[in-house]
């Protein structure tokens, strides 16, 4: 990364500093120069050059970022051919996928590299969208490497996601189904939403099936056409690139795969796609931490702290080209600070606990509050109708359907009783979730009163 940024300086100033010595290029980067037709970014390091950068001209200070970029897309675009070589022997089924992934992973290498390039296209990503609107690089000509860098990095997020639920191991299937259920809770195009991205009312095999035709279909079309924009005005003005930016991404998602192997878990069985215990991936922490943010704001709110947040930043990203140039860089540093100090505090506050990156990510049983089998209270059938009533009246039949039986962006509520009898699991569940169950992603309703709270229990607890 040093030598580029000192090739960088070095270009910018080379009116004053052109004697300085060029000696350092080894004879397999002048090999590889020669085959991509790069230059190299290995340069003696010298802080005069460093300071410079901040003076030099936005054509040459972005070369950096160019070649981040083509390094990124460098990388993608390996992981897309392991990808489609990978995907000759996946099979979309719920009985088949497990069992074929199982296969890739025991055979090693290519599926590694698939899932640490994923995961490090979206680092890389987010760094270059970090710096890149940091030094103000949509303002130059490097305008379409930093849209393309920005739009690597959302296409990167969408190809986690969806490809999460590929293998489907438990947290991937049990982490879809929370996706689905956080976009059922946006008003009026909620419901939609959620079936849409479920290709039915429920988690299921054809989910499975439409995400990995996202992931293997609609995904790789707009990168083919991001790699366009980005390629077309390098080749077309002849930009040269430093190879150590383009080779890195790449060289570090190998050294990766050779020494982590990647995770995964236990077959999901049907009771996972409506269990909702998985713990978050790492790159849905910021959202997860703003939607309890919001929901401790008001229940029911999170919605707009998973969407309509994250919707503004992508807003946000791709506007700045358009921002008029007389306005400086400051008001977008002012943004960008904001919104990630925003994700940051949101995710470090209230996501809490994150699934492992190695290793299984199963979940974890659910917390159980352990049902006390003797003397439990009768149940009051008058208390029984009026948590009837207050289940349709103060929200919880949003997510949990018609008399919190259907289920939605929560699990039917019909078989509860069966686990639990005690009212005090239900009140202090409604109260406050995460007590009972740490990585829940229900809302709270802190603000019910002991009445309500004790008529919901009775109805909860009252078999159905
Ligand atoms: C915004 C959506 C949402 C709302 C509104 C909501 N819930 Fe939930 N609820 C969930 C989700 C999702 C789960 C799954 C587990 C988790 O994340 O806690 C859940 C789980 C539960 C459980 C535990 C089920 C189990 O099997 O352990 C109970 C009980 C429950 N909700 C009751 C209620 C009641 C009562 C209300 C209304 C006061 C309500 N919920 C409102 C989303 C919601």
Request: aromatic content about 0%; glycine content about 20%.
């Given at each position: 990364m040093l030598s580029s940024v000192t090739l960088d300086a070095r270009v910018s100033s080379s009116g004053r500093n052109s004697t300085a010595p060029k000696d350092c290029t080894t004879a397999a980067e002048t090999a590889l120069q020669g085959e991509l037709g790069l230059s190299t970014g290995l340069y003696p390091t010298n802080n005069l050059y460093m300071n410079d950068l901040d003076r030099v001209d936005q054509t040459h200070r972005g070369r950096l970022l160019v070649s981040c970029a083509c390094g990124l897309a460098l990388l993608m675009t390996l992981e897309s051919i392991v990808g489609s070589i990978l995907a000759a022997s996946y099979f979309p089924t719920a009985a088949g996928a497990h069992a074929s992934v199982a296969r890739m992973h025991e055979a090693g290498i290519l599926q590694s590299f698939h899932y640490w390039a994923s995961a490090l296209s979206i680092v890389v990503g987010f760094c270059l969208l970090v710096v890149g609107t940091w030094l103000g690089w949509y303002k130059s000509s490097n305008r379409g490497p930093y849209v393309a860098s920005a739009a690597m990095f959302f296409l990167a997020m969408a190809f986690q996601v969806t490809g999460n639920v590929l293998p489907f191991d438990r947290h991937g299937v049990q982490t879809a189904a929370i996706e689905s259920g956080i976009a059922a809770?946006?008003?009026?195009v909620g419901r939609a939403t959620s079936k849409l991205m479920l290709a039915g009312d429920q988690f299921g095999e054809s989910t499975l099936q439409l995400w990995y035709k996202a992931h293997s279909l609609l995904l790789p079309t707009l990168f083919v056409l991001v790699v366009i924009l980005l390629a077309y005005p390098l080749v077309r003005n002849r930009r040269t690139l430093s190879a150590v930016g383009v080779a890195l991404p790449t060289v570090v998602g190998l050294v990766l795969a050779l020494l982590v192997r990647s995770p995964f878990g236990t077959a999901a069985t049907p009771a996972d796609y409506t269990d909702f215990s998985a713990r978050v991936s790492w790159y849905t922490w910021p959202m997860h931490g703003l939607l309890h943010m919001f929901d401790s704001l008001r229940p029911g709110l999170g919605w707009i702290g998973a969407g309509i947040i994250p919707g503004l930043f992508v807003v946000f990203v791709f506007s700045l080209p358009l921002w008029?140039?007389?306005?400086?860089?400051a008001p977008s540093r002012i943004g960008l600070g904001a919104f990630l100090a925003l994700f940051f505090v949101a995710g470090a506050v209230f996501a809490g606990s994150s699934a492992s990156l190695i290793g299984t990510r199963d979940p974890a049983e659910p917390v159980r509050v352990?049902?006390?089998?003797?003397?439990q209270a009768k149940i009051d059938p008058a208390l029984v109708s009026r948590g009837k009533q207050l289940i349709n009246s103060v929200g919880c039949s949003d997510c949990h359907g018609a008399d919190g039986l259907?289920?939605?962006?929560g699990p039917s509520l019909k078989e509860v009783w069966k686990q639990h009898s005690d009212a005090q699991f239900y009140e202090g569940y409604i109260r406050k979730p995460t007590s009972v169950s740490p990585d829940s992603t229900m809302p709270a309703f802190a603000d019910l009163k002991q009445q309500d709270l004790q008529a919901l229990a009775e109805y909860l607890r009252s078999p159905k």
């Open positions: 809770r946006m008003p009026i008029p140039r007389k306005v400086g860089v352990v049902q006390s089998s003797t003397g259907q289920g939605g962006a």
